[in-house]
């Protein structure tokens, strides 16, 4: 069954602590896996798109990693106003004009 | 800001009330989707459209009619609504290119309340 599971629920980081959030997924024909933040009572904000293995990307304090089971979002000295929950989704060959989300990370950040 | 804009923000509705929701992009996307999304819980798909055709609807509830009148909007029609259907309605789209589509989109939602 096509899955798409992140991990850690939720995170809890002391301001500049970094850490990293995980995305695997279990699909056939991976098409595009994308990162976005969502802030509470708002719509995803998208971050980054990879295609293939060994694909990064890197946005200020994030960067995104790709692997062919899994998917890293690297936070490197995180501040308070990253706190949100990031999400992971993936299109892939099955049903290539959807986007399936996984269930997110929450993350907090202490100052 | 976001360049996809979802009107009403907020919307309460009772069970026997015909409502819409509302979103519009300019930035040329030729793909457009909506989703729900309950509380503490990731967005799910319900229907896409894709140049102005719908292409998937994934076993919504007839009492959800979606209407693509033209590539820039997309509407949501809401007729004899239950409880359990409030949550945060999201509006998304994307390029199209070659059959297969990019990254999604979204506006900021509607939030919707059926009591």
């Known amino acids: 069954e096509d899955q798409v599971t992140q991990s850690p629920e939720a995170l809890r980081l002391q301001e500049g602590e970094s850490s990293s959030l995980n995305c695997s997924y279990t699909?056939?024909?991976?098409?595009?896996l994308f990162w976005y933040r969502q802030d509470p009572g708002k719509g995803p904000e998208f971050l980054f798109t990879l295609y293939s293995a060994g694909e990064e990307k890197e946005k200020e304090r994030l960067k995104a990693t790709l692997t062919k089971k899994e998917s890293f979002l690297h936070i490197t000295a995180p501040k308070p106003e990253d706190s949100a929950t990031y999400l992971c989704a993936v299109r892939y060959s099955g049903g290539y004009q959807k986007v399936t989300f996984g269930t997110g990370t929450k993350l907090q950040v202490i100052p | 800001d976001t360049e996809v804009t979802q009107t009403p923000k907020h919307l309460v509705m009772g069970m026997t009330n015909k409502k819409s929701l509302k979103c519009e992009q300019h930035m040329g996307h030729r793909a457009m989707y909506w989703y729900k999304q309950k509380a503490k819980k990731p967005p799910e798909l319900m229907f896409v459209y894709s140049y102005e055709k719908l292409s998937i609807n994934e076993s919504v509830p007839s009492r959800f009619s979606p209407e693509c009148p033209n590539s820039s909007l997309l509407n949501l029609h809401l007729h004899a609504l239950q409880p359990e259907d409030s949550a945060l309605y999201l509006c998304?789209?994307?390029?199209?290119?070659?059959?297969?589509?990019?990254?999604?989109?979204f506006g900021e939602g509607s939030r919707l309340t059926v009591l």
């Open positions: 699909v056939s024909g991976l098409r595009g």
């Open positions: 998304a789209s994307s390029h199209v290119s070659g059959g297969s589509t990019g990254e999604l989109f």
